[in-house]
């Protein structure tokens, strides 16, 4: 089974204003509300691919946590936090070019334990997705914790963090981890420009103690650093409508293929092709 791991999940607001006047009135040409987070939209992409997965979240118990529960569509174990409230998060697409705003989380003790709880569900052969923001309360080795746990389990631990818990859940040993351009560049001081550093440091990053390392280039392509070699993959030609969450749904691609064929450059490229289609507007 795969499961999905959303620390930080939100309700996505989004608007779509035809022109954007800083300082003035604008009004939306449409508007839509979602259930959102990097492993959320994950095992949204998965079922829409024909995939199983079940979505692991912290929901909060206010009016966003009672919608985010409401309006999430795929199976899930939500793991609630009294007291507080799902994130509403704000993004402006105007023209293809997206705008957020982010609200903040926090997690008490009750809601570790359970989350706890829950992860001692994935065993050996299943695979574990931890994607998006830690909020405050839990722990910064979480991420490094939960993967060599797993991994000793026999489970695959796939990770789409950034900072401290990406390196963490390197040193944990995961199956794969998902940087960015930005993210990877992090790590090392550095800028990433193009294939050929994204495989550099990708290979770097994976020497440290990670499986794999998945370089998202945006509409470029990605990069794909496994245990047989280097591959590449170009992103398909078009116009980007909306790019939050094509990422993610990268990652879902990968993760369908691999779990049907094992082939890493199989997997890569029908990743770069599902999170194109969602950048396109296709998907979520």
């Known amino acids: 089974m795969i499961y999905t791991l959303t620390l930080n999940p939100s309700i996505d607001y989004v608007m779509n204003p035809p022109d954007l ?5 604008n009004r939306s040409a449409r508007e839509s509300f979602s259930p959102a987070g990097k492993g959320v939209n994950v095992s949204r ?8 997965s079940v979505a692991i979240c912290l929901c909060g118990t206010g009016f966003a946590g ?3 529960a409401r309006t999430l569509d795929v199976e899930s174990v939500l793991i609630r936090v009294a007291g507080r409230d799902t994130r509403i998060n704000v993004k402006i697409s105007e023209n293809g070019v997206v705008t957020e705003f982010n609200g903040g989380f926090s997690v008490d003790e009750k809601a570790l334990s ?3 709880d829950a992860l001692k569900t994935p065993a050996k052969s299943d695979t574990l997705v931890i994607g998006g923001s830690v909020p405050d309360g839990v722990p910064d080795t979480f991420c490094e914790d939960t993967a060599r746990a797993l991994s000793e389990r026999g489970a695959r631990v ?7 818990s990406l390196t963490g859940a ?6 794969l981890v998902k940087p960015n351009a930005d993210e990877l560049g992090e790590l090392f001081g550095v800028k990433i420009n193009g294939f050929g550093d994204a495989a550099f440091y990708g290979k770097k990053l ?7 390392v998945l370089v998202s280039l945006g509409g470029d392509g990605a990069v794909l650093v496994a245990p047989d070699g280097v591959h590449t993959a170009r992103a398909p030609e078009g116009d980007a409508v909306y790019t939050v969450g094509a990422g993610d749904a990268l990652l879902a691609g990968f993760i369908a293929e691999f779990s049907r064929s ?7 490229a029908f990743g770069v092709e599902t999170g194109s289609r969602a950048a396109f507007g296709g998907l979520l």
């Open 21 to 25: 006047i800083r300082g003035g009135m």
């Open 45 to 52: 992409v998965l079922k829409l691919l024909g995939v199983e």
């Open 66 to 68: 009672e919608e985010f």
């Open 114 to 116: 359970a989350l706890g």
């Open 158 to 164: 796939i990770a789409d963090v950034s900072g401290r």
């Open 170 to 175: 390197v040193k944990g040993g995961s199956f």
């Open 206 to 212: 994976a020497e440290r103690g990670s499986g794999g």
């Open 262 to 268: 094992s082939d890493y450059g199989k997997s890569l």
